[in-house]
DNA sequence: CATGAATGAGTATTCATTCAT
DNA sequence: AATGAATGAATACTCATTCAT
């Protein structure tokens, strides 16, 4: 019992600084300069350990992937708590924002969109799971605030792209040509002209 | 001279050939993937040829892309001889996704991004020039339907922006991640739900 | 003593369930291809388990190739019994074939062959124990025979190995290129026409 | 012109030696434990220079296997020449041996068979161009001797396979087991009690 | 005594770039 | 000016063996 447990920590504690280490390799370098070696050094394990726990260098990438879906989400909270759509709104975007820019996920998908040719699956993936499914989560958000009469009945559907359209024009779409390029200082003003826009035609 | 020129002709013969032959190499299999030895074989000239008209894979990259801000562009023809704005904003709409799917646009875009790392300034000058230069076109565009009236007076920065991301985040977006995204069929009912949206809130 | 007895039991059992397993893999897919790992999986213990027992994957090897000769002989009763010389060699050669195909032997001395570079003591040692060994047992056979004079006296280690190379050249060197070799239909005819040459010179 | 012809000259003195490390290492340390970056070495190139001439380890290797092939064969003059069906077996057995022993062929065989696995096809064909090519080049050659009358008319097809055999079994055989088995002082003697027992069936 | 996770050395192959002709 | 053979550095992945529990 207690070698079972101890290894089972060894082990999580292991693949979780492996995916760690892959994490910020492939944010930093993307899919194909990313190196094996280089990760397993930084991660402090050999290379051999780094292919028990991942079979390849393509699992690796799928599962730092699929671990980020876990932290992308709306929450919707704001939808049923804020007085007005705008409040709302603002709150969904910046969330959204906070988890594009906090949790590396513009850089994550730097490293996918370099590998659709490579790797075709996770790109598609990512567009299904990771764009769409934010979109989802926008729908339903949009939704409760129809619901609640603070937005005009429509086409949620249409109008989610919208606003993601708006918000992304401006804050993601840079960061995909300059890793640098950061939040600027007048984000609130530029969210506020897009929300300004969605409500003239969606607002109750 | 007449040698000079035969050898000039030749010479620019050729390095149009190699430009040629590296816009679908790069296109096809983004900047990494891209092989020079295929590029001089698909433009049937030697390696030791290709070096001599670009002295490194970055700078023949760079050559493309520069290539390619000649075919990007809105014309502006629209907006003064469109009757109304939802004709002109269809207009060039369409204009920029021809621009975007027939002329290779969004494949380069996916290989300058896979190379925002190794060749970070190709990236920036793509998004000043390319991406920004497109949308102070649009800026210019809507000024025109600001002067004939069409629009209400305000700040066409502000809504070019907001007009190419409604755009981009349905038809460009997905090719980012999924190379064989075509144009959906009901492209023309998305874009006029963009301006829809648009002119509830700049429509004159 | 219970406790030991036990012990010792488990262990045997252990490590006949190991050299099983080595067999078939060394068998299947010589030495260098055979895996460790493999062999424990198959063996059903832990690879510290595998050490424990053989120290290092050479002296496994050897170990199987020295229980091997326990599996090799001509054996004798034919020499006694038989009424002519060309039954009795008849029977030496199948008894010598069945064994070759039988037991795998033909694999494992594919497997020696391949370690030959590396570990040549095991070869050396097939070649004295496993080849000439049984090669003095048809030394011993066919002075059985000659006692009975349904054989010339003669020097029988020659014809001894004649003997044998006329049979292992036409049915186990194809075995060492080609694994999937089977024993051909005509083998007996082969086989008498192998006896027929030996009897015309050695014959009483 | 000239450029050409130098070009083919460097390309080919290159191609030659890489054959003659490769032959050497192949030999040495059979195909798997061979490396491609030693036989570099020794040839005096780089590896890339390596794979422009031979695309992967496993076309070197055939490469190296099927240029052997040119130097095996049982030489007709000794049958049409020789006074007696003696005089011109023993020479045939001693052309035979000089090839095994004096172009490696001896070791190039252990490679294959090390290599049955791996690569199936070499062995396979092996056996047909090596071992049943030089066996028909033998019943060519007895075909003759019995045309001359020197031997019996009889089934030369089966006798080449015995007289092989009974060859084989004292001088290559060994080899396989132990690559420094040399040919012993009896050879001459071992020999002629081969042809012996040949003549003894076949003889006129 | 048994375990299995961890090791690190080893290897085939690719590709941007240069150089002798 | 053009060639294409040659370069060498770089990288994913495997496996016999050990060691902490």
Same mark, same amino acid.
Not at 1 to 21: D, N, Q
């Given at each position: ?26 944010? /930093?370098?993307?899919?194909?300069? &990313?190196?094996? =070696?280089?990760? *397993?050094?930084? @991660?402090?394990? +050999?290379? !051999?350990?780094? $292919? ?20 992308? /989400?709306?929450?919707?909270?704001? &939808?049923?708590? =804020?007085?007005? *759509?705008?409040? @709302?709104?603002? +709150?969904? !975007?910046?969330? $959204? ?20 040719? /490579? ?86």
């Amino acid at each position: 019992m207690g070698l079972e447990s101890y290894r089972r920590r060894v082990s999580e504690s292991k693949r979780k600084s492996i995916m760690e280490a892959a994490g910020a390799e492939f944010q /930093g370098n993307g899919f194909t300069h &990313a190196a094996m =070696a280089e990760i *397993a050094r930084k @991660a402090d394990v +050999s290379t !051999a350990t780094l $292919y028990k726990h991942f079979g390849s260098k393509e699992e690796l990438f799928s599962s730092i992937v699929e671990a980020s879906y876990a932290s992308l /989400g709306i929450p919707q909270a704001a &939808a049923s708590e =804020a007085k007005t *759509a705008k409040e @709302a709104l603002t +709150s969904a !975007a910046n969330d $959204y924002l906070n988890q594009q820019f906090g949790a590396g996920i513009n850089a994550l998908m730097r490293a996918i969109i370099s590998e659709t040719s /490579g790797v075709p699956e996770v790109g598609k993936d990512f567009l299904k799971r990771g764009v769409n499914g934010r979109n989802d989560e926008v729908v339903t958000f949009l939704d409760l605030l129809v619901k609640r009469k603070l937005l005009k009945p429509h086409d949620t559907k249409v109008s989610a792209t919208q606003f993601a359209g708006m918000i992304k024009e401006s804050f993601v779409w840079p960061t995909m040509f300059d890793p640098k390029f950061k939040l600027p200082a007048n984000k609130d003003a530029v969210i506020e002209a897009a929300i300004d826009t969605f409500l003239a035609r969606y607002g109750a």
